[in-house]
């Protein structure tokens, strides 16, 4: 069942001026619910700005973006934030977490624009920190973490608001092995829940995990070859 | 509601985590809304002071003029306006100004008006003869009379004439006293060289206050070249007076509150990266622009509020407690002698919008268009690290 | 000129405001011409993102004419003493010609920028900006109102004279006058609250008319009402409502009853009428949007909000109005 549909979507930076870069080109793409999608190719391929598109984070200079249905290209930023907030969980590269803040403070970041309460905001929170072995350690800052307990937090924060689609830029480009492992494990958890996963990569761990359902190879702003497994 | 409870809190916790910048902005606020509200509290207080001391003003005062300037005037009238229906007294009063070159102070030099003996503000007694006199609490300190219980003065003959303190007034009626002689009326009158027959006005009370201005007009009719003045005059004056040295203070301050605001817009505007990166992620992670709009509102607010109500109490305490040092010459006038007298505490709500008009308005407006710069940050730089 | 600190606290605010609607008309100016919603350029998203720049500084411009509105009404009755003759704020707004017509001007612009929050409230409640024109033109019209509130203010202090002999309101809110106001003082009182209450009524039946049924033409009956209650409500306060307050036949004056002697009660009074003829005027202004098709089912939901509102600010106001009247230790029949 379609999920996200991308149709001949071109995104050009600086636009008019000198430094014009054109990072997408005519691309189109169908994802399915269920799917768990890998974008590899390398630096410049234009991974990150697909991803920016699909997670509705920016706007395609040209072309059409639907995401369940819904023409999401000409919507003010109020609605397309909706969206994204309730449709898309993001784990950034850097994690993007507030140092100085807590554990609990960041993952529920998400949810300060929302009419709930503090209570309930902590109640949704915590069997997320809790499945993700992280509930004891919701008082610490997050500066005082290792990598891989702030990545737990990043994939905390994604997941607060029951998204549909996780979405997740270069998740291993910090992590050890074992670490890379234990990232996917959590994946397979939430594919399991029926989460839809889209994954930005140039780990051959990640692009060749039996979890991965298709596979996009992207090179100079375009798709090579998709492999659907 | 409840969404703009969880930014405020957002606002305090993101505030905190730039405690010194932060700080920065709140002392400098403070400390011009200290130096805004000193001004208002004390000229306030004063007002107040002032309008309940000329409560004892007379009804009505009459005095004679020539030529635009004041003239002594013949005592007979106090006679004729006596008979005014409506009139309950006419006393002549005989004083004057007398500037003392070896203090460089002016003083005030009043007759008893008839009145002898002791007086509840009044540390011994009144002047009985012309030797005599009584002097306030400031000219006694000054000229040590106090200490020698004499006092020297130098009349219009340019001869120094020698007095005994009788009394010394004390302390509470400073406001009325401080820089008063009281001499016995002939004494004054033989002091400033009085022609025989002429006072320097005309003191009357009035029976009923709502005819003061019926027996002013008449007066007038009778005497045109007397004016009369009343005592409503005499307060709206010292408000006149109160409200232009506030207002002139305050148009001062105009400029501190200027150059806060320049500072306030350089911080706002000079936004560090760290806070840039924080905007992007919170742009990333669900909030919208205006989202970020409400946060930098509220961070405002609170850093505006704070400086506010801390230079509201800053400036109650130099007024009410240190005697409002720093102002005190400005807004008293320039006088060698000033009274120390305790002005009430008081706080009124006008004044407090005022001062938040005068501060945090202009404040909110300088930091909208960084805000509105800081909120309109991509998400995608979140994603580009 | 006065120079006191309120009157430049009121100077310098109202000239900032001023700078900021005249910044976001130029902005709304640049939008106006370049808006194309259906483009997806990096110039259609920057005037996107303007718009939010707009909104603040209209905002914010408007938070302050509504508490200006009330400094200078608090102002006016502070200075009041510098003129002889006047005893409330009446005096001193009689004390120059333009007194009366600042006031006028500050109730103007407090209901016109009220209008455009809500119109842009609205806007951005959609969709697909349908009221982006119709949004700047207003603003941009909404600019020499604004300035002629800061001309006007200006000039009223600027020419005020202490020596200058104001009357108060004994005379013009006073019987025995040809003016208008001196002509309202004197309806006969039982007369005055009977075509109040009737009025009163008659809004209130409108308003719940409003909330359960769709129909268009009430929608402009409830504007109509509300503008007609307050022109009936205000002469109710000259010619019954403060003689209760007072408890003086004689004493008309709309403005003593804001003095701390009276308890503040003009307040609550002023802020229930003005709140409920301001949500009161809104479904009549904006029935004609509901032919915009993005608008529609936004405006059936906000205007049941609005007329709530007016409702609850309404009956507030008849409650403050009538515990006075019930409650005074005038007995006016007897008198």
Redesign the interface.
């Given at each position: 069942m379609e999920l996200i549909r991308a149709e001949e979507v071109t995104r050009v930076y600086h636009f008019g001026l000198p430094d014009e870069m054109t990072a997408l080109h005519t691309v189109s793409l169908v994802l399915g619910r269920g799917e768990v999608a890998v974008l590899k190719g390398p630096s410049g391929s234009g991974k990150t700005s697909l991803l920016s598109l699909i997670g509705c984070m920016s706007r395609p200079t040209a072309g059409k973006i639907f995401v369940e249905g819904k023409d999401v290209v000409k919507l003010p930023e109020r609605f397309l934030t909706n969206i994204r907030r309730e449709t898309f969980g993001f784990i950034f590269q850097q994690f993007q977490l507030i140092r100085d803040l807590t554990v609990l403070d960041n993952v529920l970041l998400p949810l300060y624009p929302s009419a709930m309460g503090w209570r309930n905001m902590r109640e949704t929170a915590r069997p997320i920190l809790n499945k993700l072995g992280i509930e004891d350690k919701r008082g610490i800052r997050v500066k005082n973490l290792s990598g891989g307990e702030q990545q737990r937090v990043a994939i905390a924060r994604a997941l607060i608001n029951d998204p549909a689609v996780i979405i997740a830029d270069e998740p291993t480009a910090h992590l050890d092995m074992d670490l890379a492992q234990e990232f996917m494990t959590i994946l397979a958890d939430l594919h399991g829940e029926g989460k839809t996963i889209i994954i930005a990569t140039h780990d051959p761990f990640v692009y060749e995990h039996p979890l991965v359902s298709m596979a996009i190879a992207m090179r100079g702003g375009q798709i090579d070859r998709v492999d659907k497994r | 509601m409840?969404?703009h409870l969880?930014?405020i809190e957002?606002a305090i916790?993101s505030l905190l985590?730039r405690k010194y910048k932060s700080l920065a902005i709140v002392v400098a606020f403070a400390v011009t809304v200290a130096a805004l509200a000193s001004v208002?509290l004390l000229s306030n207080a004063l007002r107040i002071e002032a309008a309940a001391v000329l409560q004892a003003a007379p009804d009505l005062i009459v005095q004679r003029t020539l030529a635009g300037r004041h003239e002594l005037i013949p005592v007979t009238y106090a006679e004729t306006i006596r008979d005014i229906r409506g009139v309950g007294g006419a006393t002549p009063r005989y004083w004057g100004y007398y500037y003392d070159a070896l203090t460089e102070a002016n003083y005030t030099l009043m007759g008893t008006g008839g009145e002898a003996g002791l007086l509840a503000l009044l540390e011994g007694r009144l002047p009985a003869d012309n030797t005599e006199c009584a002097v306030g609490a400031g000219v006694a300190d000054l000229r040590g009379s106090a200490d020698s219980g004499e006092l020297i003065l130098v009349n219009s003959r340019n001869m120094g004439v020698l007095y005994d303190v009788s009394g010394i007034f004390t302390a509470e009626s400073s406001l009325l006293t401080n820089d008063l002689i009281v001499l016995t009326d002939t004494a004054v009158q033989d002091f400033f060289g009085f022609p025989p027959g002429l006072a320097t006005d005309i003191a009357l009370t009035v029976r009923n206050s709502n005819e003061v201005q019926t027996v002013a007009a008449k007066i007038k009719k009778i005497f045109p070249e007397t004016r009369p003045i009343t005592r409503?005059?005499l307060?709206?004056t010292y408000?006149?007076a109160f409200?232009?040295r506030?207002?002139?203070m305050?148009?001062v301050f105009?400029a501190a509150i200027i150059a806060f605001c320049i500072m306030a817009w350089d911080k706002a505007t000079g936004i560090s990266a760290e806070e840039k990166?924080?905007i992007?992620?919170?742009?990333?992670?669900?909030?919208?622009?205006?989202?970020v709009?409400v946060l930098k509102f509220w961070e405002g607010m609170v850093i505006a509020l704070t400086a506010f109500l801390l230079g509201i109490i800053i400036g109650f305490v130099h007024v009410f407690l240190f005697d409002a040092f720093i102002l005190a010459a400005v807004i008293k006038g320039w006088s060698v002698l000033f009274p120390n007298f305790d002005l009430t505490p008081q706080l009124n709500l006008?004044?407090l919008?005022?001062m938040g008009?005068?501060t945090i308005?202009?404040y909110?407006?300088c930091t909208?268009?960084p805000?509105?710069k800081t909120?309109?940050t991509?998400?995608?730089t979140?994603?580009?690290? | 000129m006065i120079l006191h600190p309120g009157v430049l606290a009121l100077i310098s605010g109202s000239a900032i405001a001023l700078a900021m609607v005249l910044h976001a008309a130029v902005v709304g100016m640049v939008i106006l011409r370049r808006w194309d919603f259906s483009s997806s350029s990096a110039c259609q998203l920057a005037l996107e993102r303007k718009t939010y720049l707009v909104s603040t500084l209209v905002n914010y411009a408007l938070a302050f004419q509504i508490l200006s509105f009330f400094l200078f009404i608090y102002t006016v009755e502070d200075i009041h003493n510098l003129f002889v003759g006047a005893m409330c704020a009446t005096g001193s707004l009689n004390a120059n010609p333009l007194g009366w017509y600042v006031l006028l001007s500050k109730i103007t612009v407090f209901f016109l920028s009220g209008l455009w929050i809500v119109l842009n409230f609205v806007d951005q409640k959609v969709e697909d900006y349908p009221l982006v024109r119709l949004k700047y033109f207003l603003l941009i019209g909404l600019l020499p109102f604004i300035g002629l509130d800061l001309f006007l203010q200006v000039s009223y202090f600027f020419g005020l004279d202490p020596d200058i002999i104001t009357s108060c309101c004994g005379s013009l809110f006073g019987e025995g006058g040809t003016t208008v106001t001196s002509s309202i003082s004197t309806l006969p009182v039982w007369s005055a609250m009977l075509v109040f209450y009737s009025v009163a009524g008659l809004f209130i039946v409108v308003m719940w008319c409003c909330l359960n049924s769709q129909q268009r033409l009430l929608r402009y009956l409830h504007t109509a009402a509300a503008a007609i209650f307050f022109v009936v409500a205000v002469m109710a306060v000259i010619s019954f409502g403060s003689i209760y307050i007072y408890e003086l036949p004689m004493h008309h004056c709309p403005f003593d009853m804001m003095q701390r002697e009276y308890n503040l009660i003009g307040y609550p009074l002023y802020l229930g009428l003005f709140g409920g003829v301001f949500f009161g005027l809104l479904p009549g202004f904006f029935q004609p949007l509901k032919r915009i098709p993005s608008l529609q089912e936004t405006l059936v939901r906000v205007e049941r909000r609005w007329v709530l509102w007016s409702m609850g600010c309404t009956l507030f106001f008849l409650l403050v109005i009538t515990s006075q009247v019930v409650f005074s230790d005038l007995d006016y029949f007897s008198y």
């Open positions: - | 409840i969404h969880k930014i957002y916790s985590r208002l409503q005059e307060i709206r408000d006149m409200n232009w506030s207002g002139m305050l148009t105009c990166q924080e992007g992620v919170l742009k990333a992670v669900g909030w919208d622009t205006s989202d709009l006008f004044h919008f005022i008009f005068l308005v202009p909110v407006a909208v268009f805000s509105w909120a309109i991509d998400p995608e979140a994603m580009r690290g | -």
